[in-house]
């Protein structure tokens, strides 16, 4: 099946510094990426969609200045917390489609970021 | 996307068939009906999805009515693993095509 890993699973920060976090399709390719937050006991709340090459696009009251995505591969797409706030606590969860008829999305792990 | 209506929680006794129901009444006729769960602290998990027939695979069936305004997904047999969080989407198809996530429905399996 398709796999798509995430990496840290779990990332404690000082606030004011930033935190790359790295989403990768294990097994397949993926031009479309998508970003998501969920805080507790809330439902996903989709941030942004990456695309390979080009610039992501971002939903509307997320800061695309702090959330810095970066898709540079057909198999990877980072999201860049940029000087972390406590607030910015959440966790973070990316998804990624392999193609096909219905172009199923798979979801990573997530990422638990805290903001000391 | 269409939007889904789902119940906030349901019980299941372990070994039952669990039944749970999602309205879909402005699904569009090239969407497609997903289901996802997701289990504390981890990300969501793929279980099944449909356009029109009833599907079925090793995890669940889901069941779409004739008129595709609503849907059931069944776990034939709940196991205490199975207590999770189920989400039912709609949406068209297309790798690009976002996934927006309702309340979904907290399944509690008790023993």
């Known amino acids: 099946g398709a796999v798509v890993s995430q990496h840290p699973s779990r990332v404690i920060c000082k606030s004011g510094t930033s935190v790359k976090i790295e989403c990768r399709s294990l097994d397949f390719q993926a031009t479309t990426m998508f970003w998501y937050r969920q805080f507790p006991k809330q439902s996903l709340m989709l941030m942004a969609t990456?695309?390979?090459?080009?610039?992501?696009?971002?939903e509307q009251g997320v800061e695309k200045d702090k959330f810095l995505i970066n898709h540079a591969s057909l198999t990877l797409s980072t999201l860049t917390v940029t000087s972390a706030h406590p607030e910015d606590s959440s966790f973070y969860i990316c998804?990624?489609?392999?193609?096909?008829?219905?172009?199923?999305?798979?979801f990573g792990p997530g990422t638990r970021l805290t903001v000391l | 996307d269409a939007k889904t209506t789902q119940p906030p929680s349901m019980d299941c006794a372990e070994g039952r068939a669990a039944n749970l129901p999602c309205n879909h009444s402005t699904i569009s006729g090239n969407e497609y009906v997903y289901w996802y769960r997701q289990i504390h602290s981890q990300g969501p998990q793929y279980i099944i999805h449909?356009?029109?027939n009833n599907e079925t695979n090793e995890m669940a069936s889901l069941i779409i009515t004739e008129d595709r305004k609503s849907s059931t997904l069944i776990l034939p047999h709940a196991t205490l693993r199975d207590t999770a969080v189920y989400y039912c989407?709609?949406?068209?198809?297309?790798?690009?095509?976002?996934?927006?996530f309702g309340t979904g429905t907290k399944l509690q399996v008790i023993p």
């Open positions: 998804s990624a489609t392999p193609g096909g008829s219905a172009d199923t999305q798979y």
């Open positions: 449909g356009l029109k």
């Open positions: 989407i709609v949406r068209p198809p297309g790798g690009y095509q976002k996934v927006t």
């Open positions: 990456s695309n390979e090459g080009s610039k992501a696009t971002y």
